[in-house]
């Protein structure tokens, strides 16, 4: 995108931001009304229209029933859809809303209404108008609550959910410029007040952003930040994956899998194998492991790290006690079973928690 971060995205700016979604059948763009998915519709249209047969685009409005504006937002957004010439719907959140959480129970119901959508247009992709200030401030968040390599990689630009290709073509484009391009296209957009709602820890740390830029930390660099951390945990990824593969080859039997040696709903890794790996790659070899055989959703980070040191204390500490096969230590985190016995670090699924009113 161009250095300046004020000027109007140019028509051919505009083609390299959609680049690759040219063979699609089908777009649903993801638009609430609001001045960064307004533009992504904008530009959509635009870019649609240079070519003599492109992808259906089909604009969608998730209304959340949290405000009483959103449905003349979503009004507004439909005529401006169709002026464009494309089709719009709107889909109401209906479900209770929680009393705490709101923001991501928000979120997620908006993930899911858009899938259910693109699946009905026989559309592949569902493309959001999340733009770099947004990364900044993502960024931020998961420092803040403590996030690990992946966590601080932020947000992706091409991520996969319900079996729909999530797009965010607006990653690297600044706010700022979206309004200039709004403003010479004569496009007006929803002011949404929740934006400035310091009740909610994103504009809070919204509000912060000009006294970081103050300090160098604008929304370029915080975003080119994610973006290295991107680059970092991809390469670890690869190296976990050779982890896996190093521990099949220490562990051969009938059927290895990935994560040592797999037997239908049991993983087991050699300890003595497993401790001569780098700590960030053992400490995703059990993430992966416990994800996957367990049945309480996916296991928080800190714990894993703690089960981690458990694991390297009992290895260091019982290298011979452990090849008895006594188990040396076992716990359970997010629905997985974890034992050190026989030299061996056994991952399976615990046993479910019986109900307090089960016999």
Known sequence: MSDDDNSPISARAAKQLFAGLRSAPALVLAVSGGPDSVALMWLAARW???????????????????????????????????????????????????????????????????????????????????????????????????????????????????????????????????????????????????????????????????????EGGDSRSLARLAARLSRANAAVEVMTDGAERFLQLRTRGDAPQAGGRRFEAQTFFEAEAFALLPEEVRLRLLLRAVN??????????????????????????????????????????????ISLAGGRIHITAAPARRSRGGS
């Not at 492109?54 to 005529?79: F, Q, S």
């Not at 309480?296 to 790290?305: F, H, Q, S």
């Not at 089960?307 to 230590?329: C, E, F, S, V, Y």
């Open 48 to 214: 649609q229209r240079s070519f003599a047969r492109g992808p259906r685009l089909l604009v969608v409005t998730v209304d959340h029933g949290l405000r009483p504006e959103a449905a003349r937002e979503a009004r507004e957004v439909k005529r401006l859809a169709t002026g464009l010439g494309l089709t719009h719907r709107t889909l109401r959140w209906r479900d209770a809303k929680p009393k705490t959480g709101l923001p991501a129970a928000a979120r997620e119901a908006r993930y899911r209404l858009l899938a259910q959508a693109a699946r009905a247009a026989g559309a592949s992709h569902v493309l959001t108008a999340h733009t770099r200030d947004d990364q900044a401030e993502t960024l931020l968040m998961r420092m803040l609550r403590g996030s690990g390599l992946a966590g601080l990689s932020a947000m992706a630009r091409v991520t996969e959910r319900d079996g729909i290709v999530l797009t965010r073509p607006l990653l690297d484009v600044p706010k700022s410029q979206l309004i200039a391009t709004l403003k010479r296209a004569g496009l007006g957009f929803a002011d949404d007040p929740t934006n400035r709602d310091m009740r909610f820890t994103r504009p809070r740390l919204r509000a912060l952003l000009p006294q970081l830029a103050a």
């Open 292 to 337: 996957s055989l367990g049945h309480e959703g996916p296991a928080e980070l800190g714990k894993v790290e703690s089960l981690l040191a458990a694991l390297d204390q009992a290895i260091a500490a019982t290298p011979r006690a452990a090849a008895n096969g006594r188990a040396i230590l076992k716990q359970t985190l997010a629905g997985a079973l």
